[in-house]
């Protein structure tokens, strides 16, 4: 792993990677999405500042993309961003939501899911809380001892957030919410060095499933904590992991500069390569397109499959 002083510029960075991805707890089931042909675009000039994390919000039709507003994810400066875009013509809010205004605070917001009609964003050592409606702030729920909150899985019931861990080893939390009025309640569901820097999270068929930056394993993981490397990557510093629609999972490595598939016989091989600092991918479904923010170039890339 690159040092943590380079990693808040390159992204322990990379994040040291909420989801971001089709991450509602109501998110139709990708195979059963109808598909769109598209051809993929580059937003190279579009107001990003070092964008770490895209989802896609199937329920709104809409992109979101976090922003650290400069290369340092352990820093609380107040500067990050969350931008919205149109997929079909990709008109680009750039600060939807801004840290410093309407009474928001985001420092270094990465990986992001949607749950109900929320926006959650994971922020170094929080979960916040954005109406999805207006972009105003719900609500903070800090993290016990979290000192790089990176991405962010919201399946039915419960939230999952890793810690890819600057101090010690990282972990993973399940966040849940309890009566009407929605209190959280966060467990530690696991904190073991041998996750090694837990980055990119999801669910499926019930079990959980992440890619670590300080390692090369694919794990999965239970609900009881327990958790096992099923595969290894070529190369380290994974990122964003998603699920694609043929079944195959899909994540990112930083040192490779390329974005990985892993089989149902646990095969990985490259799917595109050559690409600067991939961060958190995203997956609209309904289009066949990966959502690759490129964190150092500020750039995001739409590739269909």
């Given at each position: 792993?690159r040092?943590?002083?380079?990693l808040?510029?390159l992204?322990?960075?990379a994040?040291?990677t909420?989801?971001?991805?089709?991450?509602?707890d109501?998110?139709q089931?990708?195979e059963?999405?109808?598909?769109?042909?598209?051809?993929?675009w580059?937003?190279?000039?579009?107001g990003?500042?070092?964008?770490?994390?895209?989802?896609?919000d199937?329920?709104?039709?809409?992109?979101y993309?976090?922003?650290?507003g400069?290369?340092q994810?352990?820093?609380k400066?107040d500067?990050g961003f969350?931008s919205?875009?149109t997929?079909?013509?990709?008109t680009?809010d750039?600060?939807w939501i801004?840290?410093?205004?309407?009474?928001?605070t985001?420092?270094?917001?990465?990986g992001?899911?949607?749950?109900?009609?929320?926006?959650?964003?994971?922020?170094?050592d929080?979960l916040?809380v954005?109406?999805i409606?207006d972009g105003?702030?719900v609500m903070d729920i800090?993290?016990?001892?979290?000192?790089?909150?990176?991405?962010v899985?919201?399946?039915?019931?419960v939230?999952y957030v890793?810690?890819?861990?600057?101090?010690?080893p990282?972990?993973?939390?399940?966040v849940?919410f309890?009566g009407e009025?929605?209190?959280?309640?966060?467990?530690t569901?696991?904190?073991?060095a041998?996750?090694?820097n837990?980055n990119?999270i999801?669910e499926?068929q019930?079990?959980?499933?992440m890619?670590?930056?300080?390692?090369?394993?694919f794990?999965?993981i239970?609900?009881?904590?327990?958790f096992?490397?099923?595969?290894?990557?070529?190369?380290?510093?994974?990122?964003g992991l998603?699920k694609?629609k043929?079944?195959?999972?899909?994540f990112?490595?930083?040192?490779?500069?390329?974005?990985?598939v892993?089989?149902?016989e646990?095969v990985?091989?490259?799917?595109?390569t050559?690409?600067?600092?991939?961060?958190?991918i995203?997956?609209d479904?309904?289009?066949?397109?990966?959502?690759?923010?490129?964190?150092?170039?500020?750039?995001?890339?739409?590739?269909?499959l």
């Amino acid at each position: 792993m690159r040092t943590l002083h380079y990693l808040p510029a390159l992204l322990l960075v990379a994040l040291l990677t909420v989801t971001g991805c089709q991450k509602a707890d109501n998110q139709q089931p990708a195979e059963e999405a109808e598909t769109m042909t598209h051809n993929g675009w580059t937003l190279d000039d579009a107001g990003f500042q070092t964008p770490e994390s895209v989802l896609w919000d199937q329920e709104a039709d809409m992109y979101y993309v976090s922003n650290l507003g400069g290369p340092q994810p352990l820093q609380k400066d107040d500067n990050g961003f969350i931008s919205k875009i149109t997929p079909d013509d990709q008109t680009v809010d750039p600060k939807w939501i801004a840290g410093g205004t309407k009474g928001i605070t985001l420092n270094a917001p990465k990986g992001m899911a949607r749950y109900g009609n929320w926006l959650l964003v994971a922020d170094i050592d929080v979960l916040r809380v954005f109406n999805i409606a207006d972009g105003t702030a719900v609500m903070d729920i800090p993290l016990p001892d979290a000192t790089f909150a990176n991405d962010v899985w919201a399946a039915k019931g419960v939230v999952y957030v890793t810690d890819t861990g600057t101090e010690g080893p990282g972990g993973i939390y399940a966040v849940t919410f309890e009566g009407e009025e929605m209190l959280p309640v966060v467990d530690t569901m696991v904190r073991d060095a041998g996750l090694t820097n837990p980055n990119g999270i999801i669910e499926d068929q019930d079990m959980l499933y992440m890619v670590p930056y300080g390692g090369t394993g694919f794990f999965q993981i239970n609900r009881d904590g327990e958790f096992t490397s099923i595969a290894d990557s070529p190369m380290g510093s994974l990122d964003g992991l998603v699920k694609l629609k043929d079944g195959r999972f899909a994540f990112t490595s930083w040192d490779a500069k390329t974005v990985y598939v892993m089989d149902a016989e646990h095969v990985i091989t490259p799917l595109f390569t050559d690409l600067e600092s991939p961060a958190d991918i995203g997956y609209d479904s309904k289009r066949d397109l990966l959502l690759i923010p490129q964190f150092m170039l500020d750039k995001v890339v739409a590739k269909p499959l």
